[in-house]
């Protein structure tokens, strides 16, 4: 089947998580990508061995691409990468900033020498001197957005359990990317886009950013919703968290007088609106937990779904690998081992879920190099 990027090149210096996002999904849609990585390789190569002896992380963001390994700082090996981006489409990189630009790899160059070119620079803080030095891990940049002010319990600071912030760059990054090809389709030029991690992390604090500034800091609130009542996890007889959501009055008289048997509730001035409910929190939780403790999760969850009402259950990773909505794509270790992850978000289109190999380090250097000889 043809694909959207078919016959695009990608060089990436990439590393860890954000940059090898954006350039898998590229190759998914049909790009070739060669991932250059140093002698030691991307160190994202040793954080675990769960995916067939790759590391997890590895394995989910670098299957389909070409491992070329070079030593940039070696006249041969530059010279060799300046022919790959010369003949490429897409230059993206995430090394710390400033550090190609001092190996004789600035974007702004690049673009210069080679005007259809598109280059991506990926880093944590964005172009500032003041703070080129500083490291932009991903629990970092939640901890810096003020993420993490947001998360977790009333007493506890709490961590988003993915790397949300590489995540985050990573697709905004290739959202900028095909824009880039769209516009160079149009025009003919190529262009440079920059993320950073904490732009990214900052946007997606819009919502609380803007009720700090009107003087209605959210508060963290574990499994509930910091503005909206009911909307939390709420135990069952069986020990087992639902959570439910209720968006408007409706739901919420459809909650009390169909699901939980409670109209007295509609009636209690205490919950009358969501504003109303929000500042009676202590009361509401009351109630509705010690009603919701006399049934099972699954009468809890049949009720609800009866009163045509959202929830879902508080699943474990066991859960998950059961979950009927789950799809897995097959994939195979760097060392010929078969692993499987989640399958590729999106349905249809140029989505694919064939098979896909992780590279070695430099398994497709010498190739690669009597290629572009």
């Given at each position: 089947m043809t694909k959207p990027l078919d016959g695009l090149l990608v060089v990436a210096v990439e590393q860890a998580v954000a940059a090898p996002l954006a350039t898998v999904r590229l190759a998914d849609a049909g790009a070739r990508v060669l991932k250059i990585e140093r002698h030691d390789g991307d160190f994202a190569r040793g954080y675990d061995t769960a995916?067939?002896?790759d590391s997890s992380y590895f394995g989910w963001l670098n299957h389909g691409k070409e491992s070329v390994a070079l030593?940039?700082?070696?006249?041969?090996?530059?010279?060799?990468?300046?022919?790959?981006?010369g003949a490429a489409d897409v230059f993206i990189q995430n090394l710390a900033p400033g550090a190609l630009d001092r190996a004789g790899f600035g974007s702004t160059d690049l673009r210069a020498a080679h005007t259809d070119l598109i280059t991506c620079d990926i880093s944590g803080y964005g172009e500032d001197p003041a703070l080129a030095d500083k490291k932009a891990y991903d629990l970092l940049v939640q901890a810096e957005s003020g993420m993490v002010a947001v998360s977790g319990g009333?007493?506890?600071?709490?961590?988003?359990?993915?790397?949300?912030c590489d995540i985050g760059a990573g697709v905004t990054a290739h959202a900028a990317i095909l824009e880039a090809l769209i516009r160079r389709s149009l025009t003919g030029e190529g262009s440079g886009v920059q993320v950073s991690l904490f732009d990214v992390a900052a946007e997606w604090m819009a919502v609380p950013f803007a009720q700090h500034l009107a003087d209605s800091s959210p508060q963290r609130a574990g499994l509930r919703h910091p503005t909206i009542a009911?909307?939390?996890a709420y135990e069952t007889s069986d020990g087992l968290l639902t959570l439910i959501s209720v968006q408007n009055e409706r739901e919420w008289v459809r909650l009390c007088a169909e699901a939980l048997d409670r109209a007295d509730l509609v009636a209690d001035e205490r919950f009358a609106s969501n504003t109303e409910r929000v500042a009676n929190r202590p009361a509401l939780e009351r109630e509705l937990a010690?009603?919701?403790?006399?049934?099972s999760r699954a009468e809890f969850e049949a009720a609800l779904g009866a009163a045509s009402l959202a929830f879902g259950s508080v699943n474990s990773l066991d859960d998950l690998v059961d979950h009927r909505a789950l799809r897995q794509r097959p994939l195979t270790s760097s060392t010929d081992a078969a692993f499987s992850l989640p399958a590729h978000p999106v349905r249809g289109g140029s989505a694919t879920d064939e098979p896909r190999k992780v590279p070695r380090l430099g398994e497709q250097t010498e190739a690669i190099r009597a290629e572009f000889s």
């Open positions: 995916a067939g002896g030593d940039i700082k070696a006249p041969a090996d530059a010279a060799l990468l300046h022919q790959l981006i009333p007493t506890e600071l709490g961590r988003i359990g993915v790397s949300i009911p909307y939390g010690a009603t919701i403790a006399t049934k």
